[in-house]
């Protein structure tokens, strides 16, 4: 049995990644800032300290921190008053209290704004959560965008899932126009629907820190190999599929492979963002920082975003061709399925590697299948239990295999801007 067949076989049978997924969950939700946020800083920052051979560094970086303080929605006509359930998203602006019809606005496409656009001015826009990873799924952010732009004075995302409870999501802009956003639940969406309501939302906005944690093995060469997850999360239920797998996973491979990279062509590099949730913040900060040549320097990156909830694995590629030709040749030679997706998305932190000329890609599971575990992101039932440690160790695995090829793989793996 060579190295690479050992790793994978200690993979498949690790405790370890089963107790570094349970210690984050039971961090709770873990939105950048808050006391949850900070303790899994401080318990990632001493798994990655504990692996022999790693280099561990913070990479740290001002922003504008928010936090709920309180919030109300009330169902004022027709009928008699009634109070609901609800749940500020993150970014909302603040109010003392605002009424309107909520406005059913379906889906939320531009269509659907187009079509009732004169009643959403100074009113609410009630609009539908989506499965996140799809090829059609209209992002929650250009939603609230259309909202604005059509004057309404007030932004609800209602999940479509009975069992799933509220919904989150951000809306963060830390410049320019704004507008109280909240999530609710199915049956608070039915309650509301075309009626008048009330909602209140208290918030505060303060500076703060935010902590990347890194740790790095340098191999025979310069050049590295990125490895990278996102710990942070949101403050409903425990983060658990997005992205406490990727984590895990991420600090999985490491220990694994941590004796072995001094020998191979290229390092092992692997980054811990935070402020993902937040527009992607975290992991602009530290691409912005490199100077070119540390660009140049990054090989490949493997993003590990939700790792859970499906045995089914794409590579979405970000418009590197030579990115597909990788990962068909990896699932080739190890009896993989991996599919892959090349359009640039938005939806994690490969993007703002890709954007600047860096071959970045993001392994996922359950993309384009809206009955996968995924269906759960951003709910209420986001929660530990949604994870089997078989699905945990299988992302994991098909994770280590990428990584593998990549510390390894003939220079250069991808070239060139995405296109």
């Known amino acids: 049995m060579d190295f690479r067949e050992a790793i994978v076989d200690e993979i498949r049978r690790s405790d370890a990644i089963v107790e570094d997924f349970a210690a984050l969950t039971a961090c709770g939700g873990r939105l950048v800032g808050s006391d949850g946020e900070k303790t899994a800083a401080r318990l990632l920052e001493a798994r990655l300290a504990a692996i022999p051979g790693a280099a561990v560094s913070a990479h740290e970086f001002g922003y504008t921190r928010w936090t709920n303080l309180g919030y109300a929605l009330a169902r004022i006509s027709p009928g008699p008053a009634l109070d609901l359930p609800c749940h500020p998203l993150v970014g909302s602006e603040g109010t003392a209290g605002v009424d309107g019809e ?5 889906r939320g496409a531009a269509e659907d704004f187009r079509r009732l656009g004169e009643r959403v001015r100074g009113n609410f826009a ?70 008048r309501i009330r909602l209140a ?17 340098p191999g025979l060469t310069p050049e590295w190999v990125v490895l ?6 949101h403050d409903l239920a425990h983060s658990a599929l997005d992205n406490a797998t990727g984590v895990a996973a ?36 530290y691409v912005d920082s490199l100077e ?40 080739a030679a190890r009896g993989l399925d991996i599919a892959t997706w090349r ?39 986001d929660t530990a239990e949604r994870v089997s440690a ?15 090829a990549a510390l390894g793989a003939p220079s250069p793996i991808a070239q060139g801007m995405p296109g």
């Open 201 to 217: 939302v208290d918030n505060r906005r303060e500076a703060d820190v935010g902590r990347n944690l890194i740790a790095e093995i």
């Open 292 to 331: 070119e040549a540390e660009r140049r320097a990054v090989a490949v990156v493997v993003n590990l975003d939700t790792l859970g909830g499906s045995p089914d694995f794409t590579c979405l590629t970000s418009g590197f061709a030579a990115l597909d030709g990788f990962v068909a040749r990896v699932a």
């Open 390 to 404: 078989d699905e945990l160790r299988l992302g994991a695995v098909v994770a280590a295999e990428l990584v593998r």
């Open 102 to 106: 909520a406005v059913d606005l379906g």
């Open 250 to 285: 991420a600090l999985e491979i490491l220990r694994r492979f941590a004796p072995h990279v001094a020998s191979m062509p290229r390092g092992l590099r692997v980054i811990l963002f935070t402020a993902e949730e937040t527009g992607l913040l975290g992991s602009r900060l």
């Open 126 to 195: 009630l609009v539908r959560h989506e499965y996140p990873f799809s090829r059609d799924t209209i992002h929650r952010r250009i939603k609230f965008r259309h909202a604005l732009e059509g004057g309404a004075a007030g932004f609800i995302v209602a999940n479509p899932m009975p069992e799933a409870g509220l919904v989150t999501g951000g809306v963060w802009q830390e410049t320019g126009p704004n507008m109280p956003a909240i999530g609710v639940d199915h049956a608070t969406a039915q309650a509301i629907a075309g009626a």
């Open 343 to 381: 359009e640039l998305l938005r939806n994690s932190d490969h993007f703002n590697f890709a954007e600047r000329g860096i071959p970045a890609l993001r392994l996922i599971a359950g993309f384009g299948d809206p009955d996968a575990g995924a269906r759960y992101l951003l709910t209420e039932a």
């Open 228 to 233: 990278c997850a996102h710990y942070d999360g």
